[in-house]
């Protein structure tokens, strides 16, 4: 059952057809350049919720990728970072328009550097005017995966999958959130409810697929963070024990000049924690560069 904050998140939504599956899309009316957000596993768009309410003049457009949130859960279904990425370009085309500013999270940050591929060999079909990626494990080998990431992505994931409950969620989802800004009760059970909606929980699994493609796909992947022309940069939490400050290095060994904001106190969820810091960011973002 979604608990009343995220009842109210979902009314404030609606839900959009693409290709036979319906896709929970949050769209607000404003200012600017379009704010286009891309969130991670296993949460949702809601994910962006405190966040937006510190921007409440800009136009700004999330959604739930599918097998997540309030959008449809497949049971039989390939989730594919590949397909999670033509559903972001469709539901760009239909809402943000033309052009956007790209805020990327987590999971959402490896389909965001395909967009970035896709751009690079003239085929998007979208202005990306600046990027954003916050904590994600983007060069995977640097990375720290949970326990439940490790065993989700291996042959005991269905089994874990099966027996995954609201008490087990919330110990692993608490993992990653930083000891000045622990993960309170009902933010737990707001994203519970929104796993477990549909019954998405049962496919924890099936949903981690885009961790194999982020070692099949790196060249493809990492050669677009590098040679990507356009303006972006990186707001890192350093207290991730996941997608750690070894990520980020990485990452900056590939784009050097990138610039980067550090979140010396926070964890895995930079926006949840501290929504303020990162509407600072991304305030900054959206500002033109002056001319050199």
């Known amino acids: 059952m979604l608990t009343p904050p995220v009842q109210a998140w979902r009314d404030s939504g609606r839900l959009v057809e693409v290709e036979g599956r319906r896709i929970f899309v949050r769209e607000r ?4 350049l379009p704010l286009f957000f891309l969130h ?3 949460s949702s768009s809601y994910d962006w919720s405190r966040l937006l309410e510190l921007l409440p003049r800009r136009r700004a457009v999330c959604f739930d ?25 469709e539901i760009a085309r239909r809402t943000v328009g033309k052009e956007c500013v790209l805020v990327a999270h ?13 751009d690079l060999e003239g085929r998007l ?38 027996v995954s409950n609201p008490l087990f969620f919330r110990a692993q989802f608490a993992r990653v959130f ?17 796993l477990e909606h549909e019954r998405g929980h049962r496919i924890l699994d099936k949903l981690t697929f885009y961790l194999h493609e982020r070692v099949e796909f790196a ?40 610039p980067v904001t550090r979140f010396s106190e926070l ?8 929504p303020a810091a990162v509407a600072q960011v991304i305030e900054r973002l959206t500002t033109p560069l002056r001319p050199s």
């Open 267 to 274: 964890g895995h969820y930079p926006q949840i924690e501290d």
């Open 106 to 118: 987590d999971m959402g940050t490896s389909v965001a550097t395909e967009l970035l591929a896709r």
């Open 29 to 32: 009316e404003g200012g600017g």
């Open 219 to 258: 060249a493809r992947w990492h050669g677009a963070l590098r040679d990507w022309p356009g303006r972006l940069e990186l707001a890192w939490a350093m207290r991730d024990p996941v997608a750690t400050p070894a990520v980020l290095d990485a990452i900056l060994a590939l784009r050097p000049r990138a």
């Open 40 to 42: 991670g596993y296993p």
């Open 125 to 162: 079909g979208l202005q990306l005017e600046s990027v954003l990626l916050l904590n994600g494990s983007m060069i995977l080998e640097r990375a720290s995966l949970t326990l439940a990431q490790k065993i989700l992505r291996g042959p005991l994931g269905p089994l874990l999958a099966r």
């Open 65 to 89: 990728f599918l097998g997540f949130g309030l959008s449809d859960k497949p049971r039989d279904h390939l989730y594919s970072l590949h397909a999670q990425a033509d559903l972001a370009l």
């Open 178 to 194: 930083s000891p000045a800004h622990p993960l309170t009760r009902e933010e737990a059970a707001n994203h519970w409810s929104l």
